[in-house]
Nanobody, 122 residues
């Protein structure tokens, strides 16, 4: 079993930055792909970014490409999401996920964090 806990969310102004962290405990996630998803009020959960178990491959949603960066530190069992040039439309609850397959779609992930709120004011 894997437990995922997100941190680093909060309030930011448009144009600002936040860094989300996702710490894994229980089974090591060193061999798992990791992803970030988000869900805004009244909308479906959507893919944000993903990274392979080695960190060698990354994927981004078009809406965040060039602004967000996903990375991981397998020694610390932690994945990060650096969010720059934030926009009000980035406001959502952000979820960390781990899966043996990973990728852009949520069914490919086996474990999910509880989510953390990110609010971007204009």
């Amino acid at each position: 079993q894997v437990q995922l806990v997100e941190s680093g969310g909060g309030l930011a102004q448009a144009g600002g930055s936040l860094r989300l962290s996702c710490a894994a405990s229980g089974r090591t996630v060193n061999r798992y792909a990791m992803g970030w998803f988000r869900q805004a009020p009244g909308k479906e959960r959507e893919f944000v970014a993903a990274i392979s178990w080695s960190g060698g491959t990354t994927y981004y949603a078009d809406s965040v490409k060039g602004r967000f960066t996903i990375s991981r530190d397998n020694a610390k069992n932690t994945v990060y999401l650096q969010m720059n040039s934030l926009k009000p439309e980035d406001t959502a609850v952000y979820y960390c996920a781990a899966g043996q397959k990973g990728g852009r779609v949520s069914p490919m992930y086996d474990y999910w964090g509880q989510g953390i709120q990110v609010t971007v004011s204009s």
